[in-house]
């Protein structure tokens, strides 16, 4: 376990949180939670790939937007995490925990990519009828 330093508000003992600064961290669980959060974020763009053919310009405004946030949130939880790596060493990131971080990050690249793609045809498909409806 790596301790932080002491600041902010106490935590209700209930909460579940990520390496908020008042905490002591445990490491181990830090990278599994980041790695399910990035799974999750892959799955949540595969679902919007997925229904994209259905959606109006409207949900898939809102879906961008949800993800947008999760996005945030996953900065967040990388700038913890590089600062977990530079506090334990070099050897932390050759493990299995950052292996299986460096998998799910990459996957949700890649769906993030598809999706960015996808977006680009509707996109140029909507700008078309568009034109050829005036």
Known sequence: MIRQP???SP???TEKTLALPRQATDVSQFFIDITEAYLLFEGSILHL????PAYTPEQILLESKKLGRQRVQLSILDDQMLEIIELAGAELARTHLVHDYRVAFAK????????????????????DESTNSM
């Open 6 to 8: 002491v600041t902010g």
């Open 11 to 13: 935590m209700k003992p």
């Open 49 to 52: 790939l997925n229904k994209l």
């Open 108 to 127: 949700a690249s890649m769906a993030s990519n598809n999706l960015y793609q996808k977006l680009l045809s509707v996109w140029a498909i909507l700008q």
